[in-house]
């Protein structure tokens, strides 16, 4: 066997245990009963060890040497070994102790959160989650002198590889002194629209969890490869060719569900279309986390808030609930589908003032890895954040620092990847509705497969075979920049261009 | 560390990644949509050879003889080593490659079943279920020679350890000598009672899986540690704390899935009873198949098929389907749970007739294991046998050879202790209600609290303490025989005794 066959061969491996791992952990988020706690920690953590053995094997290094100087290997082998490289060099500066003590403080903290936020109790949290950030640190520091990065941005890069914190500071820091005027402008501009008639219930769990099947089906999600389930916390996620959606159900307000559904199909798109062939390799994953939220904003955001997927989709709200009368026209829906109202939680928040959400998660969890903050103050720092940017204070940290699970879970270096997101989804969409006109219309008509068609090509199937900017580049013309995305939110909202 | 100690810490990890597979195992059956079946194959096989190589490692071996001469272990401890020298024993004789193939052999032919039993395609399936078959008589072969045994005992040793074919065989025969005559006498008292008037249906599946939850609930199942869902054959599955069992709803019959819950509940009720202490070593593991399955019969037929289970019952059920009657009332709800009807699908056998489909199971696996019949005679030879012993015949393969999932899955030696565990349920339950004669009458209040804490008692907390002999001997007095069993058919069934 060839150097490269024996790395291909040996990922494949690692692609089984991954894809176990993913379904364990959809199952400890979606199935799993909370007296399996523990026992359910123990599986996890040793098979992360498993799997961070098999990606930092010795020999690894022996078979990336010899296959990079193999000069018979095409442009997608060649790519496989640039995310292996990549990934190996991580890895190996992790000691194997350090992962396993951070998957038992990750699982330990996850199960605390459900009941602090429940409870609105950031005391009881904080020595759960102050030993997850204490080793997030530590594994910041280790990849960080490894790659030649801060701490910050080595933990920033595992979510979006060539990421940097200083190109996302100019980015937030010019979106920081955008938005809170563009708000007011937005919302002085709502108040001259009508006000939409709000949307009366009771809505049966069982109709939104339909008409959520039914929108599934139309973006193009495929079912035999894929499920949707409830979750506390709504995610994509499971394994290759088992890209299951999760959402949570309010019967007061079917319009969260759906639109998170919608949220996490533009996910599992991405994950559905990833290149086939390459499906076991690290090549075939998608590109990095900002790309990936770009799927699922483009998908909710873009194409699902627009005029015509309300002329679509009316009816089948209308159906899914028996109703009628001026507040379910397509117009009326629209204007609540694109209501701007500052609040308290990041996933109900609407696209104006969502980057608030981001820019103040993003600036606390850099001051925490870079201990520049006791954790102690995070509440406090968190409620004068939300002063600060969207005017508003939160009542208890229920409403604040704990409605969300990413830093329990360890996903620092995440959030960020949010916003470039959006940002991405309005530069793609408006690239590939100038290239391909139809996709608008179509959707009017609940017609998805020209943008699906488009994104296949020009995003899902590309999956790591070029870096973030490259692929980019060759979909839209240029890296990112927030032009478009501006120049969108000004368009929707107050009506410019 | 003392070579106890490091052998205890080496199994608590072997139990996390059991506890990893058994979870992906009940994804697998209950849960992964079907484009996932050759990814998970894939992942399935994986962890299986990972618990391979863990559980036949060199130094288990070293640690085992430094333990064995330990003087200071416990009775527990010295339990513990047993098992463990038990299973290494059997698992070193297996080369990991054929522990590989199996598993891809049985992930490949368990998904093609599916459609086989939907679609009657025994021609279908016979490639599959034949590559299944060879390679467990490999593994049979492999064992046995380690183990001086054939290799049908080295597979029902897996099962039941210390389990022979030929104490079996007298078993067995004794009663396919008894049952077809003792069967006419019970069709023939039937007939002499007044017939059960049928429930007329349709029973809503929601309603069924409420009074099945209730169910459970008045069993002393934790549901804390465990849940109930929905699967093509039900089972008991999931992980230590974390007791999963599954059912099928029939809208046009309850009773089917209420009896089966109760089945699944015996099961889970032994596993959620196992010693918390010795949770992640093997003596705290069932103590074998035909124990396993005494402890669902037990439920299942001697305690909720008594006239007290009906008492409670009866009511609950005319409330869960708002329904009244003569059929409704507790004798005639009696009645129909103790039907004697000969039928083709062993699953919804009665207990006076199912020891036939078991026999049956037990003689062609034992043919076919040893070569003796081709396995494409398997459905006339089935049918063959089905005449010999219920006098009847299966108009299709889908009601005759391909109904169960244990071959196409690699269970084969398993049959036997369905049998074998109504035997030792009868002799078990007959025990207890001599030394706590409150146990009939309080089910008859729904308070199974006397029951479970015999049971609790003298058999789930005792894990794998003792040799099943003994185990049976210090709960009942005697080892197993038929003769508790048969007393019991009699005094149901023809009113003797």
């Known amino acids: 066997m060839t150097a490269y066959a024996e790395i291909s061969a040996h990922f494949s491996r690692v692609a089984a245990l991954s894809n176990a791992i993913g379904i364990l952990q959809w199952d400890n988020d979606a199935m799993m009963p909370k007296g399996a706690a523990d026992t359910r920690a123990e599986s996890m953590a040793l098979l992360h060890v498993l799997r961070h053995g098999m990606v930092t094997e010795l020999r690894i290094g022996d078979w990336l040497s010899e296959a990079e100087a193999d000069t018979t290997l095409g442009a997608w082998e060649r790519a496989n070994l640039r995310e292996i490289r990549r990934s190996w060099t991580v890895e190996t500066a992790l000691p194997s102790d350090l992962v396993e003590a951070s998957s038992k403080a990750v699982s330990a903290c996850e199960m605390r959160w459900r009941k602090a936020r429940a409870d609105s109790d950031f005391a009881g949290l904080l020595p759960f989650l102050a030993e997850v950030l204490k080793l997030q640190r530590e594994i910041g520091r280790a990849k960080g002198e490894r790659l030649g990065l801060s701490p910050y941005d080595a933990l920033l890069n595992d979510y979006e590889p060539g990421g940097r914190a200083q190109r996302i500071d100019g980015l937030f820091d010019d979106l920081a002194a955008f938005l809170p005027g563009f708000t007011q402008e937005a919302l002085a501009a709502q108040a001259r629209r009508p006000a939409a008639p709000s949307l009366e219930g009771p809505f049966p769990i069982e109709a939104q969890r339909r008409l959520g099947l039914k929108m599934m089906a139309a973006l193009g999600y495929d079912f035999e490869r894929g499920r949707l389930d409830i979750s506390t916390h709504p995610f994509c996620g499971g394994a ?21 559904v919608l949220h996490e199909t533009g996910h599992a798109l991405y994950e559905q279309g990833r290149p086939q062939a390459w499906l076991s390799q690290p090549v075939s994953h998608a ?3 900002s790309l990936h939220e770009s799927q699922s904003l483009l998908i909710e955001m873009q194409a699902c808030r627009s005029h015509e997927f309300m002329s679509f989709a009316a009816p089948l709200m209308r159906e899914a609930f028996g109703a009628s009368g001026a507040a379910w026209d397509a117009g009326a829906l629209w204007r609540n589908a694109t209501r701007v109202q500052p609040g308290f939680i990041r996933v109900d928040a609407d696209e104006v003032t969502y980057p608030a959400h981001v820019i103040l998660r993003y600036r606390l969890e850099q001051a925490l890895i870079a201990d520049a903050m006791p954790l102690s103050e995070l509440p406090s720092a968190w409620n004068e954040q939300m002063r600060q940017l969207l005017g508003i204070t939160p009542p208890d940290d229920r409403l604040g620092c704990l409605q969300d699970v990413h830093w329990p879970s360890g996903g620092w270096g995440y959030f960020p ?4 997101g959006a940002m991405t989804a309005a530069q793609i969409f408006d690239a590939a509705c100038r290239t391909q006109p139809e996709i608008l219309p179509a959707i009017g008509r609940g017609d998805f497969s020209p943008l699906l068609d488009w994104l296949r090509t020009n995003i899902h199937s590309q999956g790591s075979l070029y870096e973030t900017d490259e692929l ?16 969108h939110l000004r368009r929707r909202y107050v009506g410019e261009g």
């Open 240 to 260: 290759d060719n088992d890209v299951r959606i999760t959402t949570r159900y309010d019967e007061a307000d079917f319009t969260k569900a759906l639109m998170g």
């Open 287 to 289: 590109r990095g986390m």
């Open 417 to 420: 990847t949010y916003t470039l």
């Open 472 to 487: 980019l580049t060759r979909a839209t013309g240029r890296p990112l920049d927030a032009g478009v995305f501006k120049a």
